[in-house]
């Protein structure tokens, strides 16, 4: 679970440059041709990819946190929902496609609801068993586990007709068994196969996401292939061996002294030349260095395939009428924000946790680029008279969120 924002686009953040369909000066729409607000010519953004923008700070952010964190003592713990919409507010409202910001709509009532419910779940989930009904504690987990999809879907219905895009909400059309198959089973397959088949699990959950979400009523398509996926973890596991090599050679010649000794079972565990080797503080450093060493290495090889497959997924990602994506991020470059994120919130004891994620969250951001097409008020405006409006009702009872 995290809090980091979601976007229609498989949980992605998206913003844009200046474009078409950019609202003018007079408050009407610009035309294809038009020059952007600010700019100093004329250019068309049409058939070209644009990168998004994000132009929040994090100085903005610490503002909103250090109130968030405030609200929550106060109210012990209240708050909590409320800090989320902000929270999330602040990363949307900041996010701008094609010169337009996201809007987010929920309320912190909507999440609280939502989490009541979840509250007593768990509460009946925990108390239920003192009545000393056999299997009842299994049952009910079983019970929960089985829920989990409904609830999946359910969490990403509820982000998407709460986020819209020049007054037309996007929207989340997902099935119990689609999700239980794509988030559950095929990944454990893929697990149970010792990896062959991760490549598979990772494109149908990525598809299943995106594939569901529609803008209005225009649909997303995905044209991404297979082999695609399987190249992208061949060069993971071609990634995570390079990486791998290096480690192993260097803990062979450090700990080659007691490898030796111990393969040459000439000596006890209680045998001074034995213990003279285990004191060496030295040994002791690189014990503990071997496990921080394997977890950065999955940390960063995780990010490289992470980048691979949202390019992927994004590059053949097509919403009705013509409207391309794109991503151009590095996966290398990835896993050093989130390493180096990491090392510095550790570091500075949490202060600079709010500029960790603007510094991440821009860099998700500013490598997804849209093509628009040439009639794009055209194609907004019958989004609007279809009825994905924000004047419509939303209907969401309880406001389920579950973050990914």
Not at 259 to 285: E, H, K, R, Y
Not at 301 to 324: C, E, K, P, V
Not at 377 to 392: E, N, P, T, Y
Request: net charge positive; proline share 5%.
């Amino acid at each position: 679970m995290t809090t980091q924002p979601q976007n229609p686009f498989m949980n992605i953040p998206a913003s844009g440059a200046s474009g078409i369909g950019a609202p003018s000066p007079g408050g009407g729409a610009a035309s294809p041709g038009a020059p952007a607000a600010g700019g100093t010519g004329t250019r068309s953004v049409v058939n070209r990819f644009t990168p998004l923008a994000f132009s929040g700070t994090a100085l903005q952010l610490f503002g909103v946190q250090f109130v968030n964190i405030l609200l929550i003592c106060l109210t012990l713990g209240i708050w909590i929902p409320w800090a989320r919409v902000r929270k999330r507010r602040f990363f949307y409202s900041n996010t701008r496609i094609l010169d337009e910001g996201l809007d987010y709509l929920a309320s912190g009532f909507d999440i609280f609801k939502g989490w009541m419910v979840v509250t007593l779940v768990l509460a009946l989930f925990y108390a239920l068993p003192l009545l000393g009904v056999p299997f009842l504690q299994e049952g009910l987990s079983l019970a929960l586990i089985l829920v989990y999809p409904w609830a999946i879907n359910r969490s990403l219905r509820f982000n998407a007709r709460n986020i819209a895009w020049r007054d037309v909400r996007f929207d989340f059309n997902g099935g119990y068994f689609a999700s239980l198959w794509y988030f559950f089973l095929l990944p454990l397959i893929g697990i149970l196969t010792v990896g062959l088949l991760m490549p598979l699990a990772s494109k149908g959950m990525r598809d299943y996401v995106a594939t569901r979400y529609t803008f209005g009523s225009a649909g997303f398509t995905s044209d991404a292939g297979l082999g695609s996926y399987y190249g992208a973890g061949f060069k993971t596991v071609l990634i995570f061996l390079i990486l791998l090599v290096p480690v192993v050679v260097a803990c062979m010649v450090a700990l080659g002294g007691l490898i030796t000794t111990l393969m040459s079972g000439s000596v006890g565990l209680n045998d001074p030349a034995l213990q003279f080797l285990l004191a060496d503080p030295s040994l002791s450093m690189i014990l503990y260095a071997i496990p921080v060493v394997m977890i950065f290495i999955f940390m960063l090889t995780a990010s490289y395939y992470q980048a691979l497959t949202r390019n992927i997924m994004l590059d053949g990602l097509r919403l009705r009428g013509g409207i391309r994506f794109r991503s151009k991020m590095s996966g290398f470059v990835l896993g050093w924000i989130i390493l180096s994120n990491l090392f510095l919130v550790v570091l500075s004891l949490g202060l600079l946790h709010p500029w960790a994620q603007v510094r991440r969250y821009r860099y998700l951001t500013e490598t997804i680029e849209i093509r628009p097409i040439a009639e794009m008020r055209g194609f907004i405006d019958r989004q609007l008279k279809a009825g994905g409006s924000v004047g419509d009702a939303v209907g969401e009872a309880g406001g389920l969120e579950i973050s990914f």
